[in-house]
Each structure stands twice: as C-alpha cells, then as structure tokens.
C-alpha cells in the first residue's frame, strides 16, 4: 500500500528534490547553476531534472525547504486520497466519533468535502491542534537529518543498495506516489464539488448523511463555500508570506 501530508501544489515547486541540502553552484562567469542534478532523489524518468520556472537556478537555497514541504504535502495527499477510497468503499471505524453529539463513525459520509461538513467543528480544531502539535515537535524535521526523515521510531531505513528493495528506489516510490496523490485529490475534490462523487464516474455505494448536514437544505452549500473562502484565504496569506522570500535577493 502506498505509504502514508492540501494543499496542494506548493510542494509541487519542488517538483525534484535530492536527499540532503547541497550548496548552490556558481559557473566561471558567475552565474549560478541549478541545485538539482541528474541522479538526485526526485529526478525520475521521463521528466528528469524538470524545473521549468528555474527556481533551482534562482533561489538554490530555497531547495531544502522546498523538498521538505513536498515530502509533506505528498504524504498528506496519500492519506487523503487513502481516505476517499476507503470511506467511499463503506470503510469505518467502530464506535464512537463524538459522545456529547452522539456521533458515530459510520454516521460519517464519504469522500472529503461531505466528510468534512458533517465533522463537528470541535473535532476540526482537535485535529488541527494534534497535527500541529506533532509537527512542531515529535516530528520536527531536524536539520541534520534528511528531508522528510521526521520519524525517531518504528520507521523503517532501508539499505543503500541497488534494485526495488534499495533506499534510491523507495525514496523515488515516495516523491512520486506523493505527486500523484497530490494531483488526485485535487481531481476527488473538484469532482465531488461538481458532481457529489469524488470518484465520478465510479459509482459509489449509498452514503449515511448525517442529520445534522441535510436537516437545512442551505447548510450544505454554506459549508462547502466557507470551506473554499477559507482556502482561499489560506493560499493568499501564503502568497503574501512568500513575497519577502521570493523578491530577496542573492
């Protein structure tokens, strides 16, 4: 199964990224040179080194936080595109998701933006907190360590040999299972939006709806639309942060 952090395609301007940070090349006539590589982790048939906006080029060292941040939203995407097919496919868990609402888990809808409009928004702030939590913390990307190596435990270190079961190959598997989950769940969400099914045109199973999402026939929409505002407003803070980064100079 594919291993298992949208938002999507900010880690897609790392589209290449190798395992360690390396310094930024400079030519004899003083012109900088790409961070990438042919060879580095990332840099896989058939695009290669693929960075047409020369960010590698321009800012070689954004490189290191750049391959951080699509480790992450890759495997974020994982996991969400795991949970669309799983919940979609009847999958829950037992019990109880919320006793004060009296909120079962096979009470919850599939896919993503029905998930998330019937979740309680106390279980979002709880969920938002433990991710953060974690990843300021127990799994902080250290410096010394690799890019996307954040685990201290029960983690799984391949060796550095060659074929299917070598480090280089499951290190590749990851950054692009990662970009393709990243790309899918983009699709499940504008489908879904569109047509109610995240797989469309799969045809999916009767989903349980909760009473509390179509006891008001415009609650549905009103939840999917903050949800976009809220996206939105998240991508434009994001692009107004970046702005002092991307006009620094060399």
């Given at each position: 199964m594919i291993a298992l952090t949208l938002a999507t395609l900010l880690g897609a301007e790392a589209f290449q990224a190798p395992v360690a940070t390396r310094p930024a090349l400079v030519g004899r006539q003083g012109v900088s040179m790409s961070a990438i590589t042919p060879g580095d982790i990332?840099?896989?048939?058939?695009?290669?080194?693929?960075?047409?906006?020369?960010?590698?080029?321009?800012?070689?060292?954004?490189?290191?936080?750049?391959?951080?941040?699509?480790?992450?939203?890759?495997?974020?995407?994982?996991?969400?595109?795991?949970?669309?097919?799983?919940?979609?496919?009847?999958?829950?868990?037992?019990?109880?998701?919320?006793?004060?609402?009296?909120?079962?888990?096979?009470?919850?809808?599939?896919?993503?933006i029905a998930s998330w409009a019937a979740l309680p928004n106390l279980a979002w702030v709880q969920i938002v907190l433990i991710v953060a939590l974690l990843d300021n913390s127990v799994f902080a990307q250290k410096p010394e360590k690799a890019a996307g190596d954040v685990i201290p435990f029960?983690?799984?270190?391949?060796?550095?040999?060659?074929?299917?079961?070598?480090?280089?190959?499951?290190?590749?598997?990851?950054?692009?299972?990662?970009?393709a989950a990243m790309m899918g769940i983009l699709g499940m969400l504008i489908h879904e939006s569109l047509t109610g099914n995240p797989v469309w045109p799969i045809p999916v199973p009767p989903q349980p709806i909760l009473e509390a999402v179509t006891d008001d026939i415009e609650k549905g929409p009103a939840r999917v639309g903050s949800f976009v505002l809220a996206s939105l407003g998240m991508v434009f803070c994001g692009a107004i942060a970046a702005i002092p980064e991307l006009s620094k100079e060399e």
């Open positions: 990332g840099t896989t048939a058939p695009l290669g080194v693929y960075d047409p906006l020369g960010l590698m080029t321009t800012m070689p060292d954004k490189y290191r936080r750049w391959q951080e941040m699509e480790i992450k939203h890759g495997r974020f995407a994982m996991a969400a595109v795991l949970h669309v097919i799983l919940t979609e496919g009847g999958v829950r868990w037992p019990g109880y998701l919320s006793f004060a609402e009296d909120i079962k888990f096979s009470d919850m809808p599939g896919g993503a029960f983690w799984v270190r391949y060796e550095d040999v060659p074929g299917f079961s070598g480090k280089e190959f499951k290190l590749n598997a990851e950054r692009n299972n990662g970009r």
